[in-house]
């Protein structure tokens, strides 16, 4: 079976293309990153313009190693899926219309999927297999430049929301600080960056909520404005070191006491800011300490893509759920296992 998946739920535009749910022939992803530098963030309607634009021939260039290799009888693909939600409305409709156009000429079904789910199940690939399947029951860290959340997730399908950000997601902690800073968009790799070099006696207090599993990063981020106001001449290294130490230690005591809360061994973690080389050491290392092991996505399938969501869709055929959705820009999580 091949799915063809379109992503388009905030400044990536992307198709790929899967095959019996276990190697890609196709991964493609345009980022409109170079479009929204200048406004340090993704302007809304810049980005609906951009999938516009872009769609087609993003879609055209994933289809093509299908059409090179044309099964007998058969449609080049068997099933279109796309981002239902969350997302910005513009990027949703352009991903649903796309989807919907191509399903119609090959006659096969539509699928909409959550982009969160995607993320989860971006840790089961491995370059363009499918090779690293997760392992059940676990608990799930998704972390991302929209959204930060910790699921508890029983098999593929089942899941139970523990907590999610009360206010800003981390990656977008991580890009507004870098904003006060006048470091480059988006702001987690410059942070990351300037942080290796930072490392000093510097604190902010870690965001830890007690006694619950959400999280809250506006509060910190306001703790490096004040921080920079009442000192002229900082050091941008030193208060990206700080900053994303206490971002880094307050996301992994989460995850860890969760996972011990929920009694599970195995911590799964995708999203952009799973490409932070600090918090993927740090969470390994401590998960290691306690007997937890951690799967994380590959540094190349962090940021959005349309692989992951073909892999979510294929998943979801397995167990009878791959259906058409509306869109919602502020999908939750439903539960399609068996
Ligand atoms: O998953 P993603 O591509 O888009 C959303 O669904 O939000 O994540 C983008 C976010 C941005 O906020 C970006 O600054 C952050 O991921 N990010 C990082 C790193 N690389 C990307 N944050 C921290 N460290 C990084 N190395
Ligand atoms: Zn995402």
């Not at 609906?48 to 055209?60: D, F, G, M, Q, T």
């Not at 899941?159 to 006060?180: I, N, P, Q, S």
């Not at 208060?239 to 996972?259: D, G, H, W």
Request: glycine residues 10%; aromatic residues 6%.
């Amino acid at each position: 079976m091949r799915i063809l998946a379109i992503e388009t739920t905030c400044d990536e535009t992307a198709a790929a293309v899967l095959e019996d749910g276990k190697r890609l022939l196709s991964s493609v992803v345009y980022s409109q990153v170079g479009r929204h530098k200048v406004y340090n963030g993704v302007v809304p309607e810049l980005a609906s313009r951009a999938h516009c634009e872009k769609i087609a021939p993003v879609i055209a260039e994933a289809l093509a190693p299908a059409l090179a290799n044309p099964r007998k009888g058969k449609s080049p693909v068997d099933a279109v899926a796309f981002s239902c939600g969350p997302g910005l409305p513009g990027g949703l409709v352009v991903g649903k219309v796309a989807a919907e156009t191509v399903a119609s000429l090959y006659g096969v079904p539509v699928i909409g999927v959550n982009h969160l789910e995607g993320h989860l199940y971006s840790c089961e690939l491995e370059g363009d297999k499918v090779s690293r399947p997760l392992k059940f029951p676990l608990v799930a860290l998704i972390i991302s430049g929209g959204h930060t959340e910790l699921w508890h997730v029983r098999k593929y399908g089942v899941y139970r929301l523990l907590g999610k950000t009360r206010d800003d997601a981390a990656g977008e902690a991580f890009d507004k600080v870098a904003k006060l800073l006048g470091l480059a968009y988006p702001g987690g790799p410059a942070v990351e960056k300037n942080a290796a070099a930072g490392a000093g006696e510097l604190r902010f207090t870690k965001p830890l909520l007690p006694g619950t599993w959400e999280f809250s990063f506006s509060g910190l981020k306001t703790a490096v404005s004040y921080y920079l106001r009442d000192h002229e001449n900082a050091d941008a290294g030193k208060v990206c070191a700080a900053f994303q130490e206490a971002l880094i230690s307050t996301v992994v005591e989460k995850a860890l006491a969760a996972a011990k809360s929920c009694r599970v061994g195995h911590i799964a973690m995708g999203g952009g800011v799973a490409a932070n080389g600090t918090l993927r050491a740090r969470l390994t290392g401590e998960a290691a300490k306690r007997g937890v092991k951690v799967s994380f996505v590959e540094r190349r399938h962090c940021a959005d893509n349309a692989a992951m969501i073909a892999l979510c869709a294929w998943r979801m055929t397995r167990a009878g759920a791959g259906r058409n959705a509306p869109i919602n820009p502020a999908l939750g999580l439903r539960n399609w296992g068996r």
